[in-house]
């Protein structure tokens, strides 16, 4: 066993607390925070929690929580309670947002739940490489279910040698949440914030290398099988590779903040698609087919860098250059399964705690904890710990022995004769009433 410091229940109401509240949260702008967040996504920069770092879960929950600092949101999280933070934890009542995501690997079409209707794109209806090659396009179209699939494209390397497209399904749909909202967000009564969300990404991507280029090139090591011939470029010698996952989660990006919960009430926050900087939408003019109603969300928005570096892809450093990255891999499964997860990490801080450092806020309702030194178990007993209480031991047994072994004896055992010679050779006289006359010599 041994000491660590920590914390005791505090007895002072009343402390000073980073991060938003009830008030404060719908006051920021959205676009700040989808912006903080993809910045930081894009850096590839660690979920802390920041200031006191305290993460609150059920009991018996699996994540284990506050043994160290800093402290970062789980990968894996069913259920978290995110807060304003003290310098130390604390406790009492609090407003805050409770965060449930978790996300799997897909490897068969059938798998996926949004995705696995999407338009083929051999189909007439699906929008032509040309139109593609020309620019770089984002848009969307929704399907029976109000459920929508955006599409992607990043055909212009731009600072990496790779290109790729993505398909990225959303349960309630971008036709939903930009035609009945204003400007944006989720209808019924919380406004999406009781709603689960489910994402799924299906993501093709190629290298596209300098002519003469040469080197180990790895692709992606588990494909999608039904997915082989899609986004096919004869003209690219590498070919066309593909990775997917499926997050199903209860936080993304925020799009907008319009119900605000009180603190005794459970929040799952739910937000809309990730950081594809949507601007003004159009019908997209036609393109040699009328079945499909597309939607664009924006153009030359470059999704495909930040998504690299969140995924930290290996990087061939002799090739690169300081304006030019050059990937020995293109993202795999994990890799893209772990860019996600980040993803929606940073957007849950940012939403708790953009714009707020610098500016703390004081709360009656909670209490700080007090520093202490706790005991905590370990491995094992210390072997110093033995040898010390080996010692007090043999010592003990020493001094019992020099106290009382060198007495005289009148028997061997504490039995009746040893008690009649007690009595007989006491000076003191109370052990010679006459009661104890019948204590004789068997």
């Known amino acids: 066993m041994e000491t660590q410091d920590g914390y005791k229940v505090g007895t002072i ?11 404060s949260m719908g006051v920021r702008a959205n676009s700040d925070i989808i912006n903080a967040g993809t910045q930081l996504w894009g850096l590839d920069s660690a979920p802390t929690v920041p200031s006191g770092a305290a993460l609150y879960v059920p009991r018996n929950s699996s994540i284990i929580a506050n043994v160290s600092k800093p402290n970062m949101l789980p990968s894996d999280a069913m259920e978290v309670f995110l807060t304003a933070q003290a310098s130390v934890p604390i406790t009492g009542s609090i407003w805050g947002l409770v965060l449930k995501y978790n996300c799997f690997e897909v490897h068969n079409l059938d798998e996926f739940t949004i995705l ?3 338009i083929n794109s051999s189909n007439p209806a699906y929008v032509q490489f040309p139109v593609y090659n020309a620019t770089d396009i984002a848009y969307f179209y929704t399907l029976d279910d109000g459920s929508s699939i955006s599409v992607l494209s990043q055909l212009r390397t731009g600072l990496i040698n790779v290109v790729a497209f993505a398909d990225v399904g959303m349960s309630t ?4 949440i930009l035609k009945h909202t204003e400007p944006w967000g989720y209808t019924g009564a919380n406004s999406g914030l009781d709603q689960e969300e489910v994402f799924e990404m299906a993501l093709w991507q190629t290298f596209w290398n300098v002519p003469g280029t040469t080197g180990n090139y790895i692709n992606v090591q588990d494909p999608i099988p039904e997915l082989e011939d899609q986004h096919d470029d004869p003209y690219n010698e590498f070919g066309a590779n593909y990775t997917a996952l499926i997050p199903t989660l209860s936080l993304g990006v925020p799009l907008m903040f319009l119900q605000l919960k009180q603190p005794d009430e459970t929040n799952f926050l739910d937000f809309g698609d990730w950081g594809l ?4 939408w159009d019908p997209l003019l036609p393109i040699g087919n009328y079945s499909v109603d597309y939607t664009v969300l924006s153009n030359n928005y470059n999704w495909l860098e930040l998504l690299f570096v969140a995924a930290q892809a290996e990087i061939n450093p002799e090739d690169s250059a300081f304006n030019f990255l050059n990937y020995n891999s293109l993202i795999q ?3 893209l399964q772990d860019a996600f997860i980040a993803a929606y990490q940073q957007y849950a801080l940012q939403l708790m705690f953009y714009d707020t450092a610098g500016k703390p806020l004081e709360n009656d309702n909670v209490t700080a904890a007090i520093p202490w030194t706790i005991l905590q178990a370990g491995g094992g007993v210390p072997p110093i710990l033995v040898v010390i209480t080996m010692v007090i031991w043999a010592v003990g047994c020493a001094g019992l022995s020099l106290v009382y072994g060198f007495r005289k004896r009148w028997a061997e055992t504490f039995d009746d004769e040893y008690l009649y010679y007690f009595c007989e050779k006491s000076d003191d006289e109370k052990w010679k009433l006459p009661k104890l006359e019948i204590l004789k010599k068997v």
């Open 173 to 176: 749909g971008m036709g939903s």
């Open 13 to 23: 109401p009343g402390t000073n607390l980073i991060g938003v509240n009830q008030i």
């Open 333 to 335: 499964t994990p890799q």
């Open 116 to 118: 696995n209707r999407r």
């Open 277 to 280: 900087g949507i601007g003004d």
